[in-house]
T-cell receptor
Framework: DAKTTQPTSMDCAEGRAANLPCNHS???????VYWYRQIHSQGPQYIIH???NNETNEMASLIITEDRKSSTLILPHATLRDTAVYYC???????????FGTGTRLQVTL | NAGVTQTPKFQVLKTGQSMTLQCAQD?????MSWYRQDPGMGLRLIHY???????DQGEVPNGYNVSRSTTEDFPLRLLSAAPSQTSVYFC????????????FGSGTRLTVV
């Protein structure tokens, strides 16, 4: 699976959009970009995934660059409850295991 | 639909004791896996399974055994607990080949004294 690089931490004001970047320059053509988050002490939660098109669901939007070497997870109106560690994971759609990196710690403040 | 259920939620063991962490899912997911998370650290894969009767080692398998006799259950056994196994353990599952996200349990917090 391709390696990802994420900033260690980010801050965001409540109500503003949180834009979390991820670099995955060695991504293969059949690998998807997945995003998970882990709120303190809880199990990780799946957020969204995509292959090459931008994706949106009720939680977030995922923007993937045309060359697929980087992506951005967007939380359009961050709340205090979005404070968590966000993990960007690149893997094939049929992969049987997840490999977590260190993620980005997002702190949403008043 | 309960999702992924882990029991117990908390456990204290003495060094050398053995125990089994239970994980059950009711979503008919083929893939299941176990992770441990040490304080301030990321999740590391212990063992995983792609279906009943099939298991494989992850990144940190030493000191742990697994079996998968049914699709629903994937227990993790600590053979002889050591203080280094103090951690939070998470179980996860997903449907095979459907390109969907994993569902995680709420975790088991284990302390070995």
């Amino acid at each position: 699976d391709a390696k990802t690089t994420q900033p260690t931490s980010m801050d965001c004001a409540e109500g503003r959009a949180a834009n979390l970047p991820c670099n995955h320059s060695t991504i293969s053509g059949n690998e998807y970009v997945y995003w998970y988050r882990q709120i303190h002490s809880q199990g990780p939660q799946y957020i969204i995934h995509g292959l090459k098109n931008n994706e949106t669901n009720e939680m977030a939007s995922l923007i993937i660059t045309e060359d697929r070497k980087s992506s951005t997870l967007i939380l359009p109106h961050a709340t205090l409850r979005d404070t968590a560690v966000y993990y960007c994971i690149v893997m094939t759609g049929t992969a049987s295991k997840l490999t977590f990196g260190t993620g980005t710690r997002l702190q949403v403040t008043l | 639909n309960a999702g992924v259920t882990q029991t117990p939620k908390f456990q204290v063991l003495k060094t050398g004791q053995s125990m089994t962490l239970q994980c059950a899912q009711d979503m008919n997911h083929e893939y299941m896996s176990w992770y441990r998370q040490d304080p301030g650290m990321g999740l590391r894969l212990i063992h995983y399974s792609v279906g009943a009767g099939i298991t494989d080692q992850g990144e940190v398998p030493n000191g742990y055994n697994v079996s998968r006799s049914t699709t629903e259950d994937f227990p993790l056994r600590l053979l002889s607990a050591a203080p280094s196994q103090t951690s939070v353990y998470f179980c996860a599952s997903t449907r095979s080949g459907k390109n969907t996200g994993y569902t995680f349990g709420s975790g088991t917090r284990l302390t070995v004294v």
